[in-house]
Structures are given as C-alpha cells and as structure tokens.
C-alpha cells in the first residue's frame, strides 16, 4: 500500500454545454436517477429529483441568506451551463470493498444576480446511479469577499408524509435513540422529555431532525439525507415542516446565531440525497465517499486499523473509577490527593489487559483515566480541566509503555477535553509529543460538556474546523484518531485516513450508564450514525446481565451473539472489545469470534436488511479468503436466510456459526449460546434461528480438513 490511493481508470468525457428546454430546465441522469434544474419566476434556483417514476425530491429551493444584506437566493440568471461524466476508481486506506467506483453526471449552473451588486453563485450538481449530491460555490468576485450566512435555504421536499426513522436535531449531541414515526409525527419536545443521561444537550427546534435521517416512502422508496465533505462550515441538521412535508436546511449556529464566516471562493460541504428500492443500497452507497476529497496525507503506511481492549468498562460499570481521589479536597498533609483505591488506571491493572491482549491476538490496549484532572472535569464549564500529559501517581506511564512494548501491544492514548477545545489546542503539541516519546499509535479523544469557546456547540462552525485541525495534527504526529462526541462523520476519512472512527452517536455504553439501548438499535444506526463514516460503537459485551448495582433493571439489550455479529455489522477500522478480559475468559469459545473477525475488508455484501427490523452483513477480510458474516434482528424473533454464492465457486470452507442458545432471548436469557461447525460451499443457504435482540456471528474459512477431520456438510 504504497500510496493511499490511483485512479485505475479514468474515462472523462469532453465538458459540453447544458442546455436548457423551452420552460427553462436543464435536465441530467444517471441511469435510473434524474435531476432537473431551474430558475423559478423570482430567478430563484430550484431542483427535483427523480428515481423511475417516483419523485424522490420535488421542486426545492436553493440558496442562502447573509447577515446584514440583500438575499442571496433570489434575482439570478444563468451565465453558463456545463456538464461532464466522470467513471473513476481509487482505493481507499482501508475500508469496506478495496476498490469505490465514482460514476456520476455533473452539471454545473452558473448564476449571476441581474441587480447591483451582480452577485455571482455556482451550483454543482452530481447524479450517480444511486443518489445525488450538489454543493454551493461562491467564486471569486469583486463584490464578495468577507461574508457571513445567517441561513441556508436549500430545501428537500419530499413528496408524502413518509416514515423516519429520527432523532432530534441537537446541537450538542447525536446520542439519542431513534425515533420511528411519520414526518408530520417529528417532536422532539417528546424525546426530550423522556430524559436520556445525555451530558449536554440543546435543542431549540420541535420538529427539526438530524441528518442522516432515514426516510421510506408509502412506494417502497428509501432515501437517505445527508451532507458529505463538511469542512469549514456548521453540521447541517433538518427543519421538517409539518403540513406539506418539506424539509429545510438548518444550519447549527454560535452564541451570536450566526452560522458560517466565510470567504470567497468557498464551497459548501456537499448535500447528499441517497435512494433505493432496496434498503441495502443505502448501506453500500458511496457516494459520501465519492464527495470528499481524496487523502491529504501521502504516506499512509502507518495508518493500521486495530481491534483493542481497555480499561475502560469496568469504569463504565463502576466496578473502578476515572478519578484517582474522591475530590480534589480529599488531600493529605502534604496536599497530595489520596487514593481512593478504586482507580482502574493503576499500573499493575493496565499490565493485565496489556497481557490479555498479547496473549489473545489483540493489537491495542485503551487506557482512561491516567491522567490528572477526572476529580471535577464535568460540569464545571472551565478552562484547563486537563493537561493531558500529567499522570496520576498510580499510573507509570514509562513502566506501561515499556511493558506494552514488550509484548508487541500497542498503547491507545485518552484525551478527554471536556469539552474545553481551546484548552486541547494549546496543549495538543505537548499532548501528541507526548504520545510520539511513549510510542502511543492512537488517541480516543472526547468533548463531554460544554464547548469552550463558550457559546460554540460541538456542531457549529468553530468546532468542526477544531476537530478537523486535530485530525491533521495528529497526522503530523502519525498518530490514529478516535473522536467521541464529536460531530456525525460526512466522509472526512476519506481526506484524513488517520481519522478512523468517530463516536458521535449512542454507543453500546448506553447500556452501562442509562436504560439502555433498545434491541433495534442496532438494525437502525448503520442506516443513520454510519451513513457518513465508522463508529466507535465498543461492542463485546458478554456479561450482560449482573449490574444491580447500578440499577436493578439495569442490562445490555442484546443477546451474547448479537453482540458478536456487531463486529461484522457496524464497520469500523478502530474496534474495541469492550468487555473485561474475566468475562471473555469465561467464554473462550465465543471470544474466538471477537480473536478471528477482520477490521479491514476487501468486500461487502448486504444479504438482507431493513431499518429497525433486521441486518444480515457478510464482509471478506482483506488479502484473505476469510469472510466473516453478521446477522441481528430487533425485538423480534426470526430466521435469517443466507445464500452464500459470494464465496468462491468448487472451494469448500468451514463455518463457524456462533448463535442464539435454543431459549435465549435478549432480556432474560441473553448470555445462551451455541456454536456449531460445518462444511459449506457457495451453494449452500444457511439458515438461522436469531433470538428476540439476538444475532449469529459467521466465519467461514477455507477447510482444513486436518484439523477438523469429520466434519458434516451443513444440511
Ligand atoms: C464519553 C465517551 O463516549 C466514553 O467512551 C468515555 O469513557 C467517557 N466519555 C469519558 O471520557
Ligand atoms: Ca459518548
């Protein structure tokens, strides 16, 4: 992997003229796919799309509006005009299929407004085969320089009261559960009022979504909104008006409600519509991909995706703690905090995980809490809550590192900011130097409380370029990225390949430290949280029950099985087993599962999905014939029928199937499994008994039939 990507092949046609029809449209397709632009009688501009015969987008309106002037979305006439065709290919670092087609039509509008100050805008159109994804530009001008957007006026008319699949647009936060209602039933005064152990939250709008936010059509259409290349600009969120189903462009705004500071020339981040009879074309969509911009860093070689473990659940289930004290008042006579014997972070702790994961097969050990400053971090709105270079006494950083090196462990650093961003970008040279003296590959940073700069959110303009600006930091420093709490990926991973996984979503955490997650969670995020990129979702959890102390009714939401068919179905290069190496040395068996499965794909296959009811994924490990398949279904019981003619013809491979146990079921016998062993080719139709919140988890390799002598066909 030499470079992180080559175009192999490049067909670009000659750039040719668009022109208009008689009622003043310009129309371009892609196969089924079919856009139409227009100026609408004010010389506003307007688009809909079209899939067939049904109406993905009916006519919505574009544009902007800037503090303190004139609109900038009315008055336009069409300068010029231009379409080209692209068929490309790149390959990216790592990934989901080793090679991504971008097929698509462009269309590029150049307006002109007909009135001083003759204000020019482009628009920039893509349609590929599954979807469509159009930008703004504001070309360089004489009377346009400094501006700043109070609002975005693009809209996505849709063409019924669809089903959603929801949560509430919050400027804060992604971590909410999903919401399944028509468009006109959005209110998100109702989830809020549920109460959620989210740690900051904001809200202003009843009926606004979040992106991506999944939608069905009474025809069986689904379509996907989203944005892709978000760079300089606030994370857009979705307006839903309830009466004509028409849904606007709501830009995350600062303490002074504005939304973008810009200067020309600038481009948008993309708008992304994906759409498909079949759910699982909006799984395998690359069109986010596509929109973004290829890497930035040239040499990738370093770049690794990584399974790990770490001292992280235990605390998480109060077993330990973050903090080293009890409170910063909790000081001996020569005012050094006192242990307060619970610290997970402890040197003789670390050593055991690092040894599980030498032993196991595990490249990487997460540790939290190592560092000075977990006695008051949250709430407190307040500068400098870290340093993240001072360890608490406990924790010999040296020692650690030595140690995990020895046995060829790689150490995953934890920078927690609190949400003080300023404060992390004054120290992140200290902090990544610091990560490159001790060999740390990676860092899970984390943005829990109230954003510093005070009045910014975590999705408005001033913190996505923060979080964009650690992710090239981190590149300088050749250091991996794990962002929690941070915004919805759009595709960044694409320019920045170091920045892996985000969080930015409900983890299975939830159901450490809250009700929980219910069962069909996992069957809605690859639909939604996914759509723009990989999560740190930390699955692994075998002891599922057994957390009385924290809340009688308290426990994970899922079967063992479920848990491990998660590897396969929730993508992510960084991917954590997130429970204690005692629980998964009380299943060996299945642990084997979370040893064997890949993070790192040559190929994807989507068998069979439905948002929030079921998800069947089959993956092939990269430069391996290994695949490995996933299959989780939601509350209800069912059967997942698998062909696997994706496995090469006439070779015979062994599959492992790690199931639901004959009773389980997700909320009283959640930890019963079975494992079974059988011959199998590409003729042959696995089925499946998945429990109520259960999965089965598949590997399936070329046969060794020395190892295994005697093994049955799969019947
Ligand atoms: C929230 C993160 O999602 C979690 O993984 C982490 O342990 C805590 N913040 C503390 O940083
Ligand atoms: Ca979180």
Redesign the pocket.
């Given at each position: 992997m030499k470079q992180y990507t080559f175009t192999l092949l490049l067909f670009l046609f000659i750039l040719s003229t668009a022109n208009a029809n008689d009622d003043g449209v310009i129309k371009i397709n892609m196969k089924k796919v079919h856009l139409e632009f227009k100026l609408d009688g004010n010389g506003q501009p307007q688009y809909a799309v079209f899939f067939g015969d049904k109406v993905v987008i009916k006519p919505s309106q574009m544009g902007f509006e800037l503090v303190n002037d004139a609109p900038f979305s009315k008055g336009f006439e069409i300068i010029n005009s231009t379409q080209r065709a692209v068929d490309d290919s790149w390959k990216p670092v790592w990934g989901e299929v080793k090679e991504i087609r971008d097929h698509y039509q462009q269309l590029t509008v150049q307006l002109k407004q007909k009135e001083k100050p003759n204000r020019l805008i482009n628009i920039v159109f893509r349609v590929f085969e599954d979807g469509v994804g159009f930008r703004y530009e504001f070309p360089h001008q004489e009377n346009l320089d400094y501006f700043i957007i109070s609002k975005e006026l693009t809209e996505f008319n849709m063409s019924a009261d669809h089903k959603a699949w929801w949560i509430p647009a919050d400027y804060d936060t992604n971590e909410y559960e999903y919401t399944t209602s028509k468009l006109s039933e959005i209110n998100t005064k109702n989830v809020l009022g549920k109460g959620s152990d989210i740690g900051v939250k904001f809200v202003e709008d009843s009926t606004g979504a979040a992106t991506p936010l999944m939608l069905k059509t009474n025809n069986g259409l689904y379509i996907n909104i989203h944005e892709a290349a978000l760079v300089n600009f606030p994370a857009m969120q979705l307006h839903v008006d309830k009466n004509d189903f028409k849904l606007s462009a709501m830009l995350v705004p600062n303490a002074l409600g504005h939304k973008a500071y810009l200067q020309a020339p600038f481009k948008t981040p993309w708008r992304t519509v994906i759409f498909s009879d079949h759910a699982a074309d909006i799984l395998t969509s690359k069109i986010i991909l596509n929109l973004n911009e290829p890497s930035v860093i040239k040499d990738t070689q370093w770049i690794k995706p990584m399974k790990f473990v770490g001292v992280?659940w235990e605390m998480q289930t109060d077993k330990t703690l973050w903090r080293y004290a009890n409170s910063l008042d909790d000081v001996d006579a020569e005012g050094h905090l006192i242990n307060n014997g619970k610290h997970g972070a402890n040197t003789p702790n670390v050593k055991k995980y690092i040894d599980f994961a030498a032993k196991n097969g595990i490249a990487g050990v997460l540790v939290?809490g190592w560092n000075t400053g977990w006695e008051d971090w949250f709430g407190n709105w307040k500068e400098e809550p870290f340093d993240f270079t001072t360890p608490y006494p406990d924790f010999n950083i040296k020692e650690v590192t030595d140690y995990a090196a020895a046995k060829g462990v790689k150490m995953i650093m934890h920078n927690?900011t609190a949400g003080a961003a300023t404060t992390y970008e004054r120290y992140a040279d200290t902090a990544f130097r610091l990560m490159n003296k001790f060999h740390y590959p990676a860092v899970k940073t984390?943005y829990?409380g109230m954003i510093i700069p005070r009045g910014e959110h975590h999705d408005s303009q001033w913190m996505i370029n923060h979080y964009t600006r650690i992710a090239q930091k981190a590149a300088d420093y050749k250091v991996m990225v794990d962002s929690?709490?941070s915004n919805r990926p759009t595709g960044l991973h694409r320019t920045y390949p170091n920045w892996m996984a985000s969080?930015a979503g409900r983890?299975n955490?939830y159901n450490a430290f809250s009700k929980g997650n219910q069962p069909e969670h996992e069957t809605i995020m690859p639909f939604t949280r996914f759509i723009g990129g990989p999560m740190d979702y930390t699955p692994g959890i075998f002891k599922l029950k057994g957390y009385a102390h924290l809340d009688t009714a308290r426990q994970v939401h899922t079967t063992l099985a479920k848990q491990l068919a998660l590897y396969v179905v929730l993508y992510s290069p960084l991917q954590m087993a997130a429970d204690l190496p005692e629980n998964y040395e009380a299943h060996p068996d299945a642990f084997q599962f979370i040893k064997d499965v890949a993070v790192d794909w040559d190929d994807t296959k989507i068998v069979e999905a439905e948002p929030g009811d079921y998800i069947t994924t089959a993956r092939k490990e990269k430069g391996t014939a290994n695949w490995f398949i996933g299959a989780i279904t939601d509350e209800n019981a069912r059967v997942s029928v698998i062909p696997l003619n994706f496995l090469d013809k006439g070779t015979r491979y062994m599959a492992t199937i790690y199931k639901d146990g004959k009773n389980a079921d997700w909320k009283n016998n959640p930890e019963a499994y079975q494992i079974e062993r059988f011959v199998v080719d590409s003729k042959v139709q696995l089925k499946i008994n998945l429990a109520k919140g259960g999965g089965a988890a598949i590997s399936i390799v070329p046969l060794d039939l020395k190892a295994y002598p005697g093994l049955k066909k799969y019947k």
């Open positions: 992280w939290e927690e984390g829990v929690h709490e969080e983890g955490e």
